[in-house]
């Protein structure tokens, strides 16, 4: 009866978020079920001849639109990092809105530091900033935080470790977390970690990706029939809760959404 309320404590939470049902039990084939989402390998410093690890971080955390603005120098070092030149903005006068900025050293006060990066020589570091980061409202906040104690509330939610601790702090983009939350109210969920990009290490932001390895009693990738599922119904969400990446790997499917300031608003716009 417990887990009974929870998951429909849950259910309500997301229901008004616009996100279609989880029903990954057992169902017949349907021809209609879109397909599953096209995978890839997720980005790596090593994935091409001119693409260290900023240009790397760059392709898989940012959306296309979202541009990196800096002084010439750091354009220049963004460039033979691999960067390419359509996704750098002069600094100098000023940074448009919705942009981030690449500094050397000190991140601006009130800025928000995304992603960081060593450099060789000197010892410093390049951090990529959010210069007007976005905040949550407090009902923004108190929704992320129902969310997160609602999930892990549930007895078929498995978040252990670090994971665990990450839901606990409800440290974690309302788009996945409202994603997490209507999987567990329909089959319940395992939740093997959030693993960050590199780079985003030991930064302050909420987590954006997450490693599932099962869906109700299901291991993924272990069951084909469960990851198939969990798959048609990823492909088959609407924005703000499409993920951005998905990718199938040996200890689960990593669900992945892009850097936005602020994702609480981006689900209050949505729902609102």
Known sequence: ?????????????????????????EDEPRAAD???????????????????????WLDAALPEATDVTASAAVRGEL???GVPADRLLPAEGGVPVGALLAVVGTAPEGSRVVAAFDRTGDGSRLLVVDPAPGEPTAGELARRQSL????????????DGAAGAVLRDAA?????????????????VGIAAFPPLPGEEGT???????????VGDAPVPGDPA????????????????????VEVTGAGVLVSFRYVSAPGATVSAATG
């Open 34 to 56: 879109p397909s599953p989402p096209a995978t890839s390998p997720a980005p790596t410093p090593d994935s091409g001849p001119a693409a260290g690890p900023v240009a790397a």
């Open 204 to 214: 302050a932001l909420l987590a954006r990706r997450v490693l599932v390895d099962a």
């Open 226 to 245: 469960a990851t198939d599922r969990l798959l048609t119904w990823l492909a088959a969400q609407l924005p703000p809760f499409a993920p951005d990446d």
């Open 148 to 159: 997160a104690r609602a999930l892990l509330a549930n007895p078929t939610t498995r978040a």
């Open 172 to 188: 974690v983009d309302e788009r996945l977390l409202s994603l997490l939350a209507a999987v567990t109210a329909s089959d319940g």
């Open 79 to 81: 460039a033979d990092a």
């Open 1 to 25: 009866m417990r887990g009974s309320l929870l998951a429909l404590g849950l259910a309500v939470l997301v229901g008004g978020a616009g996100l279609l049902p989880a029903t990954l039990g």
